[in-house]
Each structure stands twice: as C-alpha cells, then as structure tokens.
C-alpha cells in the first residue's frame, strides 16, 4: 500500500513559478513510477509528466515541454514538478499517482496508476 500526498498548489500570475510536491509513503519499489495528471474544470483528467524511482527517467506532455521539471528525493521518498513559465491553461487541479510496474509505453494511461492523491489546486491568473 502506497500512500500518496500532494503539496504546493496555490494562485500565481501568468508567467509566475510554482513547485508541487508530493510525499510517498509505503513501499516504493524500483519499479515503481511516479506521475502527475491534472484536470481542469469541465474537463478530462491528463497526463503531465512521470519520473521512474529507479534511474531516474522522465516523460512529459508535449503541453509542458520545457517549462515543467519533474524530479525525485529517494531519501526523502518526494517528486516535485516544477512549473515555470505557467499559462492560464495550466489552471487545474494537480494529482500525483504511483504506478507499481512503470511502463515506457503506458505511462500516460491513468490506469495504470494504482495510487493516487486528493490533488492540489493551482490557479493562474492572466
């Protein structure tokens, strides 16, 4: 069992920075994948970005592409994601998710995902 807690969110203008984190506690394996989805209002929950525990490799949305960070703390069992250059867009609400068995070709899919946060609000304003 895998508990997972997100942390961060909060109003910041367009062009502004913020950084999510999101505290895991329980088994993390190796295997193991760490992932951010958001959902805006009135739409569907997507995928952001994911770091795999174990070496360390990363997927992001072309929508974040550049602008978005996501990395680990293995002693302190925390990924972050750092959001620069944020956009009106980026307005939703954040979840991190632990995917047990971390997959190069699903990554993105949210079933994959067997653990989630309650999420955490990030709004911008323009």
């Known amino acids: 069992q895998v508990h997972v807690v997100e942390s961060g969110g909060g109003l910041v203008q367009a062009g502004g920075s913020l950084r999510l984190s999101c505290a895991a506690s329980?088994?993390?394996?190796?295997?193991?994948?760490m992932g951010w989805f958001r959902q805006a209002p009135g739409k569907e929950r997507e995928f952001v970005a994911v770091?795999?525990?174990?070496?360390?490799?990363?997927y992001y949305a072309d929508s974040v592409k550049g602008r978005f960070t996501i990395s680990r703390d293995n002693a302190k069992n925390t990924v972050y994601l750092q959001m620069n250059s944020l956009k009106p867009e980026d307005t939703a609400v954040y979840y991190c998710?632990?995917?047990?068995?971390?997959?190069?070709?699903?990554?993105?899919?949210?079933?994959?995902?067997?653990?989630w946060g309650q999420g955490t609000q990030v709004t911008v304003s323009s």
């Open positions: 998710a632990a995917d047990p068995i971390f997959s190069n070709r699903h990554y993105d899919q949210e079933n994959e995902y067997k653990y």
């Open positions: 329980g088994y993390t394996g190796n295997s193991y994948g």
């Open positions: 770091i795999r525990w174990s070496g360390g490799t990363t």
